[in-house]
């Protein structure tokens, strides 16, 4: 028996509820892991709230990430003991995931915990500083530098944002970070935010061209926000789009596509291939202040992940929260 959080749906509704789950209910899969810590991304919030059809079947188990030890493994690739970080793969979604003591799944959707991360690093980082990484590696596959210029990132406080800032800074360029809440100014100007703008500015519906300012974008907003970062991205510039925080709908023109030659570049966590997701988590390894990474995680008990999956989606959530699912680990 192990603790979980399971959604169901039934007459009575759409719940999320702590139980104590058998064994004998866990999916089919290769490898079974004592799963040390989760997150709340932003994604799991709306499963369990039910805001959006996340869940694609009942019962259960949320959570679209994890880390832990290998206790039973049918896979080559893995032994008991083995520390191991999963992301994405419709974990949570289709196959149960990672807010549950114990979760069973393929092997090959596991990858080694980074030599130099602790399990709960490596959750503060989740599948929210993951894509993050997987946005700046898109900004710099695209070929902008520091020297060219500012880089917008929306959604700034939320978890791909703030790891989105520090990474940025990090590497030498200069980050607007836009935000709802300027009062946590400080909060971004610690993680190295250059200059903070209020949402609002770029919230409204826009013209389909604007001043060229942004050399490049990560947008997690979507909506008029998107629409108005490429029209006001520089010529030749690239916007990594991750995000629907704002909206799932995009009112935008081609004008910035074909009179600036602006990239709009999609970023997928969920499905995105082993192998970048190794080099994703390499450069983390590398790239990330872990000092700045401890200043943007929350630790919460499983049990808190009910009421805080509401407080993520009502924006009163700041950086990244970790889920401690094994209180001994
Ligand atoms: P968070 O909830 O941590 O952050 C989202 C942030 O967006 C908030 O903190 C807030 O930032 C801003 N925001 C919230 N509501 C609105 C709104 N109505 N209008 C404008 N801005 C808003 O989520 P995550 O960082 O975990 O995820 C961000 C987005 O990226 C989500 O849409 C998520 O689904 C997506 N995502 C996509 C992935 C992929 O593979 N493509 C993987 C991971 C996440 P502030 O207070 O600073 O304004």
Not at 117 to 123: E, G, I, K, S, V
Not at 219 to 225: K, N, R
């Amino acid at each position: 028996m192990f603790q979980g959080i399971l959604i169901d749906k039934d007459e009575a509704g759409y719940q999320a509820t702590v139980e104590t789950i058998d064994e004998s209910r866990l999916p089919d899969g290769e490898v079974t892991v004592k799963v040390a810590f989760s997150t709340l991304n932003y994604k799991d919030a709306l499963a369990i709230t039910g805001r959006s059809p996340v869940v694609r079947r009942f019962p259960m188990v949320p959570g679209i990430d994890f880390s832990g030890t290998v206790v039973d493994s049918r896979h080559p690739a893995w032994q008991p003991g083995d520390q191991v970080v999963l992301n994405g793969w419709g974990v949570g979604e289709t196959h149960w995931g990672g807010l549950a003591e114990t979760a069973r799944v393929k092997g090959d959707w596991l990858i080694r915990l980074p030599a130099s991360l602790t399990a709960r690093q490596a959750m503060a980082i989740g599948t929210a500083g993951y894509t993050a990484m997987l946005c700046v590696m898109a900004i710099e596959k695209h070929g902008i530098k520091p020297a060219d210029g500012e880089i917008l990132v929306t959604g700034a406080n939320g978890g791909v944002g703030s790891i989105a800032t520090a990474l940025l800074t990090k590497l030498g360029y200069a980050v607007v970070a836009s935000t709802g809440r300027v009062t946590e100014s400080a909060y971004l100007h610690s993680l190295g935010a250059r200059t903070i703008i209020d949402r609002n500015e770029l919230s409204q519906p826009g013209k389909p061209l604007g001043k060229e300012r942004w050399a490049g974008v990560i947008d997690t907003v979507g909506s008029h926000t998107l629409a108005n970062a490429c029209a006001a991205t520089r010529y030749g510039g690239a916007v990594a789009a991750c995000g629907l925080a704002g909206g799932m709908d995009l009112p935008a023109t081609v004008a910035p596509f074909i009179l600036r030659g602006v990239t709009l570049y999609g970023i997928d966590s969920v499905m995105a291939p082993l192998s970048l997701r190794q080099q994703a988590w390499e450069r983390l390894e590398r790239d990330l202040d872990i000092e700045k990474l401890e200043a943007v995680a929350t630790e919460i008990p499983l049990g808190q992940a009910l009421t805080y999956a509401e407080k993520l989606l009502e924006g009163q959530v700041r950086g990244r929260l970790v889920v401690r699912v094994h209180s001994e680990d």
